[in-house]
Nanobody, 124 residues
Framework: QVQLVESGGGLVQAGGSLRLSCAAS????????MGWFRQAPGKEREFVAAIRWSGSRTYYADSVKGRFTISRDNAKNTVYLQMNSLKPEDTAVYYCAAKSPGTGWADKRMYDYWGQGTQVTVSS
């Protein structure tokens, strides 16, 4: 059984920064791609960023490109999301997810495992 546990959320003023962490445990498929998604109240869950197992390729939603950075430490089974220049519209519950290697890194339907989420609130 795979467990993904997010941490690092909180309340921050616009323009501030937060770093989210996602710790993975248990048995999973080989070389998983890890992703971050977010869901604001009344909205669909949307893709934020993803990273391949090797860390050689990263992908970002246009809305966060240049402000957010995804990274991973495979020795620690942890993936991070550094969020800078935060805006009120970034307010959401942020979820970590894992999928098998391949395409579809922006499609939430392709992810097999999900964390419980961590709340990020950006005040104006």
């Amino acid at each position: 059984q795979v467990q993904l546990v997010e941490s690092g959320g909180g309340l921050v003023q616009a323009g501030g920064s937060l770093r989210l962490s996602c710790a993975a445990s248990g048995r999973t498929f080989s070389s998983p791609t890890m992703g971050w998604f977010r869901q604001a109240p009344g909205k669909e869950r949307e893709f934020v960023a993803a990273i391949r197992w090797s860390g050689s390729r990263t992908y970002y939603a246009d809305s966060v490109k240049g402000r957010f950075t995804i990274s991973r430490d495979n020795a620690k089974n942890t993936v991070y999301l550094q969020m800078n220049s935060l805006k009120p519209e970034d307010t959401a519950v942020y979820y970590c997810a894992a999928k098998s290697p391949g395409t579809g890194w922006a499609d939430k339907r392709m992810y097999d495992y999900w964390g419980q989420g961590t709340q990020v609130t950006v005040s104006s």
